[in-house]
């Protein structure tokens, strides 16, 4: 079946540096994907939306020059978070949507970053 | 500003129970509503799915069912296993391009 992936599962940086993390659709065209996060016991929480070709839509409270987000294929979405802190460090999941498969989604596996 | 509320936050309970988790939403206009399970450190497994047409859906040993208008839903396990233990996520989608509104979770815990 459809498979969203996402690299790194796990990433260890200090803080003031930056960190990739990519999401890509194994099988499937994606031409929108969501960025979502999520604190420890608490709910993951929608940080923007991603269309192929076109800029992000963020949701009020994430800083777009923090969080740059590239969708460049329909394959590949790019979250990159800049001069990271501690307080950045989630767990941070993307999904896809099939639009040709009744706007089925497929969430990643999601990359746990901690920030030094 | 849709807001997904769920009740209880945890739940502990024995192997064999069945259990109802409750899932509120405060906006009725939605498109459809998932339930997911997430096991701890782990992405999201979709369970079922509903869309705002429906008013339940099965697989297996769980029912969802929806009540749209009073903005509800419930997800029932049945036969409870220590195998089901994990935080369950109710979500609703505004329309059909999947932007969704997660609940805060109920973790369940079945003990042995």
């Known amino acids: 079946g459809a498979v969203v992936s996402q690299h790194p599962s796990r990433v260890i940086c200090k803080s003031g540096t930056s960190v990739k993390i990519e999401c890509r659709s194994l099988?499937?065209?994606?031409?929108?994907m969501f960025w979502y996060r999520q604190f420890p016991k608490q709910s993951l929480m929608l940080m923007a939306t991603?269309?192929?070709?076109?800029?992000?839509?963020?949701e009020q409270g994430v800083e777009k020059d923090k969080f740059l987000i590239n969708h460049a294929s329909l394959t590949l979405s790019t979250l990159t978070v800049t001069s990271a802190h501690p307080e950045d460090s989630s767990f941070y999941i993307c999904?896809?949507?099939?639009?040709?498969?009744?706007?089925?989604?497929?969430f990643g596996e999601g990359s746990w970053l901690t920030v030094v | 500003k849709q807001e997904v509320t769920q009740i209880p936050a945890a739940l502990s309970v024995p192997e064999g129970e069945n259990l109802v988790l409750n899932c509120s939403f405060t906006?009725?206009?939605?498109?459809?509503l998932q339930w997911f399970r997430q096991d701890p450190g782990k992405g999201l497994t979709s369970l079922l799915l509903?869309?705002?047409?429906?008013r339940e859906q099965t697989s297996g040993r769980l029912n969802a069912s929806l009540d749209k208008s009073s903005g509800r839903s419930t997800l029932y396990i049945a036969a409870s296993q220590p195998g089901d233990s994990a935080t369950y996520l109710c979500?609703?989608?505004?329309?059909?391009?999947?932007?969704?509104?997660f609940g805060g979770g109920t973790r369940l815990m079945v003990k042995p």
């Open positions: 906006d009725s206009a939605i498109y459809n």
């Open positions: 099988d499937f065209q994606a031409t929108t």
């Open positions: 999904s896809a949507r099939d639009g040709l498969l009744g706007n089925t989604i497929y």
């Open positions: 509903i869309q705002s047409s429906q």
């Open positions: 979500a609703v989608s505004p329309n059909a391009g999947n932007m969704l509104t």
């Open positions: 991603s269309n192929e070709g076109s800029k992000a839509t963020y």
